[in-house]
């Protein structure tokens, strides 16, 4: 149910949890700000309250104050699982919350300058900006904006009920909302005879307040229209290009897959095929010639195959003969250094080898060497001195014949 507190006099008027006092407009007209007072009392208006918020979150100079009732408090709890409406109240700009009020019909009230309303009422399409009052403080710049938001998805279940936000007995609820409903169909009074300044400043206040709602509640129900043509028109577009895309690249890689699939049946044919009678044509080296011959696979696997046996027959031989070049290799190393020195069995070989005699031979023949050597040393001492000697006597003789025919040439 969406309704307008319009008196501010009314004693039904919403208070803020925590206060005494309700949310009186003219408290809040130097502030530079504008306020908007929104209160839910059920489960429509409560899931209604974020759309509001969002098309209002364009507007930075806008103070929202959302107010709920029990019922809408626990329509919040209870919806919040699948349908979080929490969640996307606290994600609104300028939002402050204040939660709890009397369980009471009226479910928004907007307060306004009365300057900043009239212009307003003109536009409603311009975005809404506040502006402080001209004092020697403020020079008509625009307002900076608080939002205050809880910390966590449930303050509100921490709140304390005021004593004066208990709900009114029924004869005064009736009351009340049949002057609700008759000021709401006719928004300037005429019945007091002596109207106060204070009593015309909110009839205009709530006048414009009122102007501003249905042209922002048109708004927005004009640009989430516009948004959602907007979007299912450009995600039916870009869907359609996204298709065409994916159908191209499906066609190319489907080609692709017809190429790989018909070279790989070429290959298959080729190497089922047998090759047996298969002939191909080489070159071959005869007598330092190269000469072309064409030779048949089947007859060339079976020369091949001989040749095979053929080397493996030499294999073997080769085999046997290194075998008993390994035998006789053992046999002559026994006979000359014995089984123990190869590591072979001495039960097989008797010899215990003559390593140790032919040891024993060469020392001997060694012994026997430095003896004639010694005699060769000393037979060859006493040649020179005879040769030395004899030399010293021939020399002498020669002398001697020497002077002898001397003087027979001169005699």
Known sequence: MLQIIRAED???????????????????????????????????????????????AKYPNLSICVILTEAARQFLQGQS???PHVDTLYRQANFSWTMRMITYSRVYQVDLPGS????????????????????KENDGTPAKVSAARPNTPHDFENCEEHPSSKAPDQDRCRETNHQVQHERHSPCLKEPKVVSENQIKACSLTMSATCLASSLLTSSSESLTGAREYILQTGEEGFEKVHQKLVKKIDAGIEKNKEFFNRVSNAVEILDAPMADEKIETTVLRNGKRTVQVVEIGKRIVDFKKNIEKEEDKLANYWNQYEQLQLEFEEFGVQVFGARALKVDEDKYDEEGYRHEVNLLETEYHTQMEGIMEELRDIGEEAIKKTRASEKEIDAVAGKERSRLLLAFME
């Open 10 to 56: 009314d004693i039904h008027r919403s208070r803020i949890s925590g206060t005494s006092q309700p949310f009186v407009a003219a408290d809040h007209s130097t502030d530079g700000k504008h306020h908007l007072l929104l209160a839910a009392s059920g489960s429509v208006a409560t899931i209604k309250i974020p759309n509001i918020l969002s098309a209002l």
């Open 81 to 83: 699982a699948e349908q």
């Open 116 to 135: 900043e309303m009239a212009r307003q009422s003109e536009n409603s399409k311009n975005a809404v900006f506040g502006h402080r009052a001209n004092s």
